[in-house]
């Protein structure tokens, strides 16, 4: 159980271009996904929290109007990198996390996925 | 804010040999979850053990295992019978109980099993 997908799990795009990231809860409702970035060789800092149905809250330093973060269902999240640039290239990680039936506010990781924007 | 500090960038270990990762932490609160995450090649984040901070008991899952020392802030991971497969990017994290809370990660230990 707890199993998070993320498609696609590797993109290339051109710059200016935006591009889609999703975020799934494959067997259980999240009620609040979090999405993170990682630079090679790095840590994973977080970029923002989603609430299904409600706005992200979104860590300081990062633009919410270029990284727009959707969570319409329990099940699904979204992260669009609007206007893609080749310093937006990195690593995205999401992670769901849930109330009810499983370790209660447990974070479960997706697979990530790499943005490679040339 | 709340700080996790892992001070081996990289480690090496023989093959069926014992490692022990350091972590220490910062935070003024008194509950919290601290956790050992792996990130092998794939950079699929793998949960290794968990321990929250009101249990007094070191955590154990079959190899792995913690010595958990709250005064102190430190949250050091043993690995013992290294096998190859724990060849990966450790990460220690910190996230305070009660809700949903972010998880804090410290910046990693790249661990090298030598066959």
């Known amino acids: 159980g707890a199993v998070v997908s993320q498609h696609p799990s590797w993109v290339i795009c051109k710059s200016g271009t935006s591009v889609k990231i999703e975020c799934r809860s494959l067997d259980f409702q999240a009620t609040t996904m979090f999405w993170y970035r990682q630079f090679p060789k790095q840590s994973l800092m977080l970029m923002a929290t989603s609430n299904e149905g409600s706005k992200a809250t979104y860590e300081q330093g990062v633009e919410k109007d270029k990284f727009l973060i959707n969570h319409a269902s329990l099940t699904l999240s979204t992260l669009t990198v609007t206007s893609a640039h080749p310093e937006d290239s990195s690593f995205y990680i999401c992670?769901?996390?849930?109330?009810?039936?499983?370790?209660?506010?447990?974070?479960?990781f997706g697979p990530g996925t790499r943005l490679t924007v040339t | 804010a709340q700080t996790v500090t892992q001070s081996q960038p990289e480690m090496s270990v023989q093959e069926a040999e014992t490692v022990t990762l350091s972590c220490t932490y910062d935070?003024?609160?008194?509950?919290?979850?601290l956790f050992w995450y792996k990130q092998p090649p794939s950079r699929q984040m793998i949960l290794v053990i968990r321990?929250?901070?009101?249990?007094?008991q070191n955590a154990t899952e079959n190899r792995f295992s913690v010595n958990f020392q709250k005064a102190a802030k430190s949250f050091s991971l043993k690995i013992s019978d290294s096998q190859l497969g724990d060849t990966a990017m450790y990460f220690c994290?910190?996230?305070?109980?009660?809700?949903?809370?972010?998880?804090?990660f410290g910046t990693g230990t790249k661990l090298q099993v030598i066959p």
């Open positions: 992670s769901a996390s849930s109330l009810a039936g499983l370790r209660s506010y447990e974070q479960y």
């Open positions: 935070t003024s609160e008194n509950n919290y979850y």
């Open positions: 994290a910190f996230r305070f109980s009660g809700g949903y809370q972010k998880v804090t």
């Open positions: 321990q929250e901070a009101y249990k007094q």
